[in-house]
C-alpha cells in the first residue's frame, strides 16, 4: 500500500492559479516545453515521458544542460504536491552523467527524500529507453504561502 505524506505548511488544494504559464509544464505558454506529469502512486513518483525536439540543442544531436536542469527542478517541484504546499526552489545540484540525446523517448521522475518543516529535499532524473541514468538531481525547496506570495495571481 503506498505511503500517503501528511500535509504540512501551507495547505494548496483550493489554491487554483488563473493560467500555468510555467516554461516547463505550463499548458498556457506557448513557446513552452508542455511537459505532463503523472503520479505512480506506488512508489510516490511524479513521472514525465518525453521527446526533446532540436529547438533545445545543445551539443549537435543533444540537450542544452540548461534545458536539462529545467526539466530536472520541474520533477522535484511536483514532489511537492504530495504535501500539498508550494515550495520554491532554493538550491539544485545537477549531475550530467550522459549526454541527453534530442528525438528520443526519455522519462523525468522527480521523489521526496525527506521534509522537515519547510524545507523539503527532492531528487530527480532523467532516463533513456534502456532505463539507464543519464543525469541526476537534488534540490532544497521552501515551502512558501502562496496566498501572500501570489495573491495578484491567484484566481478568486
Known amino acids: ?11 494548496t488544494r483550493y489554491v487554483k492559479m488563473q493560467k500555468n504559464y510555467c516554461f516547463a509544464c505550463g499548458q498556457n505558454n506557448p513557446g513552452g516545453m508542455h511537459l505532463r506529469f503523472t503520479l505512480d502512486e506506488a512508489r510516490q513518483t511524479f513521472v514525465c515521458k518525453f521527446r526533446l525536439s532540436k529547438r533545445y540543442t545543445g551539443p549537435p ?4 544542460g540548461g534545458i536539462i536542469a529545467t526539466i530536472l527542478d520541474d520533477a ?8 500539498h ?19 528520443k523517448p526519455l522519462q523525468v521522475e ?11 529535499i527532492n531528487t530527480a532524473r532523467i532516463l533513456n529507453d534502456k532505463n539507464e541514468v543519464l543525469a541526476r538531481s537534488q534540490g532544497t525547496f521552501i515551502a512558501i ?11 478568486r
Not at 544531436?61 to 542544452?64: E, I, K, L, N, S
Not at 504561502?145 to 484566481?155: G, I, L, N, Q, R
Request: overall charge positive; proline content about 8%.
Open 1 to 11: 500500500m503506498p505511503r500517503k505524506p501528511q500535509t504540512q505548511g501551507h495547505d
Open 61 to 64: 544531436g543533444h540537450c542544452h
Open 76 to 83: 522535484m517541484g511536483k514532489v511537492n504536491k504530495l504535501r
Open 85 to 103: 504546499v508550494i515550495a520554491l526552489t532554493k538550491e539544485m545540484t545537477v549531475e550530467y552523467l550522459k549526454p541527453v540525446p534530442l528525438h
Open 110 to 120: 522527480g521523489s521526496e527524500v525527506s521534509v522537515q518543516g519547510r524545507i523539503h
Open 145 to 155: 504561502d502562496p496566498e501572500k506570495m501570489f495573491a495578484k495571481f491567484v484566481a
